[in-house]
């Protein structure tokens, strides 16, 4: 009689911390002089942000870590796992359950191994390094982005925040199940628009670039320069991404086209005039 095999369990994340790579990379000295630029995009979940990376990530000399897009190529097997290793990290470090212990560990590993990465033969001249990760990322909202650690942790940080209709990306993240019920997904997308908003409003406003979601699909090229000087990246290769991009002001109105007018009247009455003043720095430019 055949033996029913047994399936294998996931190693545990304190296996994952024990990986003998991560011990070879702490060993290591930070690689001496080597300047990047690290453009992190974020927004509110369903704001735009996947298609602001792609953009971003189009000019030589950039390369893209993710979160849903990335540019560096399965076949390259080392640069490969050592992407994966840093999205691993980052979730660990951008967990509100992680445990102060695994907080640590986290922060200690983030730039050993980005810069592991960077000695990576493709990319030891790129000059940028695009990362995106939505307020929350993942289905429900147990992770989010600190932009303090990045400022913390890493040399010439830019944020590019993109800020889109609260009806319109609340819709966009529960019609992708990021939560079951669609109040639920509102009160997500407030407490993190509120809190991206404060985190931004800390920061030097040489540090942030907050670009509106709607005014940029009506009309790019308005926005393109000011985007192309804050990332310093150039304003013709972004130009050319957005073409293939195929970036339109049709189609982003799904909320008021797909919802049954109920779900439509309590996104209007929720993100109440009143509710969106909790977020000013995120509309200044809306």
């Known amino acids: 009689m055949l033996k029913k095999l047994r399936r294998q369990s996931p ?29 992190f995009v974020v927004g509110a979940s369903g704001s735009g942000t996947t298609l602001l990376t792609r953009i971003l990530s189009a000019p030589a000399g950039t390369v893209c870590l993710g979160g849903k897009y990335w540019t560096v190529p399965e076949a390259d097997r080392e640069a490969w796992q050592l992407m994966k290793l840093f999205n691993w990290i980052i979730t660990i470090l951008w967990d509100r359950r992680a445990s102060l212990d695994d907080w640590q560990r986290a922060r200690q590993a983030l730039p050993t191994v980005l810069d592991a990465f960077l000695r990576q033969p493709a990319y030891a001249g790129h000059s940028h390094v695009i990362y995106k990760r939505s307020a929350p990322f993942n289905p429900g909202d147990q992770f989010r982005p600190d932009l303090h650690d990045l400022f913390a942790l890493l040399p010439d940080v830019g944020v590019v925040a993109i800020y889109r209709d609260p009806c319109a990306s609340t819709y966009s993240s529960w019609r992708r199940d ?19 908003s404060a985190q931004l409003a800390s920061l030097p406003p040489a540090d942030r670039f907050v670009l509106p979601y709607e005014a940029f699909c009506r009309q790019p090229d308005a926005w393109l320069p ?61």
Not at 13 to 29: C, D, I
Not at 179 to 196: I, N, R
Not at 232 to 261: C, F, I, M, N, Y
């Open 226 to 286: 000011g985007l192309a000087d804050f990332c310093r990246l150039p304003s013709d290769a972004l130009q050319a991404a957005v073409v293939q991009a195929q970036v339109t002001p049709a189609g982003h109105d799904k909320w008021q086209q797909e919802l049954d007018p109920a779900g439509q009247q309590f996104l209007t009455q929720f993100f109440s005039e009143r509710r969106r003043q909790q977020w000013p720095l995120l509309r200044s430019n809306a």
């Open 178 to 196: 990021f939560m079951p019920d669609l109040h639920q997904m509102a009160v997500v997308c407030e407490e993190q628009l509120t809190y991206l």
């Open 11 to 39: 190693p545990s994340r304190e296996e994952r911390w024990q990986n003998p790579a991560l011990a070879r990379l702490a060993s290591l000295p930070p690689t001496p002089g080597r300047a990047y630029r690290f453009i």
